[in-house]
C-alpha cells in the first residue's frame, strides 16, 4: 500500500533546506506531493506557476530525483483539502530553530482540529541547513552575494535572472 505525504509551502524560492526535508521524508512515504502554496496574502518574489516550475528543475533537472516519488502540485485551499484530495494522512514540516516551533506547532493543532485523520511530522533541519531561508537567499542574491551553497544552480540562475 502506497503512503502519500505532504510537504506544503511557499518555496520562494526552494532551498536546500527544503529539499533536506523533502529527502527525508522520502524515507517515511513512498510518494511525497510538494504543494506550493498559491498564498494570496503573502508577497512572493515568484509567481505561484514560477515556484512549481522551478521546483521540478531543481528536483529533477538538478538533483535527478525519481518522478514516480515526487509530485509538484500548485493548490489554493486548506492543506487538509489539498491532504483529502490526494489520500494523505501525513503533512511534513520543517523546523530549523526553536523560533519556528510555536508558530508550526499552532498549525499543527489546527489542522488536527480540521481533520483528525491527518498527522503532522516535524523533521528537524540537518545542522547545515538550519540557517537557510528563503528570505535570507533572496536578498543575498538581490546584493549580488553568492548563493551556491543555499540552492541548485537552475534556482541561482532563477534567481539571477529576476534580479538583473
Known amino acids: 500500500m502506497s503512503k502519500i505525504g505532504i510537504y506544503p509551502g511557499t518555496f520562494d524560492p526552494i532551498t536546500y533546506g527544503h529539499i533536506d526535508v523533502i529527502r ?8 511525497l ?19 512549481s516550475s522551478m521546483i521540478k528543475k531543481a528536483l529533477f533537472s538538478d538533483l535527478n530525483f525519481k518522478r514516480k516519488s515526487v509530485e509538484v502540485l500548485i493548490f489554493n485551499t486548506l492543506t487538509t483539502s489539498l491532504c ?13 530553530a526553536v523560533s519556528d516551533f510555536e508558530y508550526e506547532f499552532q ?6 482540529q480540521l481533520d483528525k485523520n491527518i498527522e503532522t511530522v ?34 541561482k540562475k532563477s534567481l539571477r535572472e529576476k534580479y538583473d
Open 24 to 31: 527525508r521524508s522520502l524515507t517515511i512515504v513512498n510518494k
Open 33 to 51: 506531493i510538494v504543494g506550493v502554496a498559491n498564498d494570496y496574502s503573502k508577497e512572493c518574489l515568484f509567481s505561484a506557476e514560477e515556484r
Open 84 to 96: 483529502k484530495k490526494n489520500k494523505s494522512s501525513i503533512i511534513f514540516r520543517g523546523l530549523r
Open 107 to 112: 498549525l499543527a493543532g489546527m489542522n488536527r
Open 122 to 155: 516535524f523533521l528537524m533541519s540537518d545542522p547545515d541547513n538550519q540557517v537557510i531561508s528563503s528570505k535570507f537567499v533572496k536578498e543575498i542574491a538581490k546584493l549580488n552575494g553568492k548563493i551556491d551553497t543555499f540552492v541548485t544552480k537552475s534556482i
